[in-house]
């Protein structure tokens, strides 16, 4: 597609519950990030995909948090167990490869609400 | 490892005045840098990018950024600023030869005055 989609835009959650986002890339970008973006706060790094693995997963905040990426395509990230401090927008990026030379362009976020 | 300090989270101008963002970097390797722009609710945008080529970086909407190696800054400016400026920026580092992930600074609310 043109732009990175992510889904839901909007998604409101009973604690305890689990929840799962979805992020489309650009087509043909290989790269792949998540961020977490608390109110008020800047970007907190996820997980990195570089195709269909992740080279680098240090940022997931805890083992309820998971990711996946199929091939070069969708990724979804998973949060079991839902707790209010994971309230948050969760951002997608998607990068042509590794590296600044291409740029990062992002989806406009899921905005998660844990009741 | 990298990392990249916003001096400022708010910076209050008036319209039609200059703009100065500020932005140090820390970087083991050369770095890339890169403005993004967030408006409420809204996603992030693109800016201008750094990536070893000429150190004054020309972006969109008028804004540039002089990439300082001496001073390890990245500071974002504009000659004049506009009411539609006002949103929320990041400053970013990535280093060659890493990972390559984006790593954000906590961001500068610019808030602009009419």
């Known amino acids: 597609g043109a732009g990175v989609s992510q889904s839901p835009s909007n998604k409101v959650t009973e604690k305890g519950k689990d929840v799962e986002l979805r992020c489309d890339p650009i087509s043909g970008h290989t790269a792949l990030y998540w961020y977490r973006q608390r109110l008020g706060q800047g970007l907190e790094f996820l997980i990195y995909f570089q195709g269909n693995s992740a080279p680098d997963k240090s940022g997931l905040p805890s083992d309820r948090f998971s990711a996946e990426r199929t091939g070069e395509s969708v990724s979804t990230l998973t949060i079991q167990r839902t707790q209010q401090e994971d309230s948050a927008v969760y951002l997608c990026?998607?990068?042509?490869?590794?590296?600044?030379?291409?740029?990062?362009?992002f989806g406009s976020g899921t905005r998660l609400t844990v009741v | 490892a990298q990392s990249v300090t916003q001096l400022d989270s708010h910076v209050s101008v008036s319209e039609g005045t200059p703009v100065l963002l500020r932005c140090n970097y820390s970087?083991?390797?050369?770095?890339?840098l890169f403005w993004y722009v967030q408006h409420p609710n809204k996603g992030l945008q693109l800016l201008l990018k750094?990536?070893?080529?000429?150190?004054l970086v020309k972006g969109i909407n008028g804004f540039e950024a002089e990439f300082k190696k001496s001073e390890t800054s990245f500071h974002l400016t504009k000659p004049s600023a506009h009411m539609s400026d006002a949103a929320e920026y990041f400053c970013v580092v990535t280093i060659s030869g890493g990972s390559y992930i984006p790593t954000f600074g906590r961001g500068t609310s610019l808030i602009v005055h009419p």
């Open positions: 990026a998607s990068s042509f490869s590794p590296g600044p030379n291409y740029g990062y362009t």
């Open positions: 970087s083991s390797y050369s770095p890339s």
């Open positions: 750094y990536t070893s080529a000429a150190t």
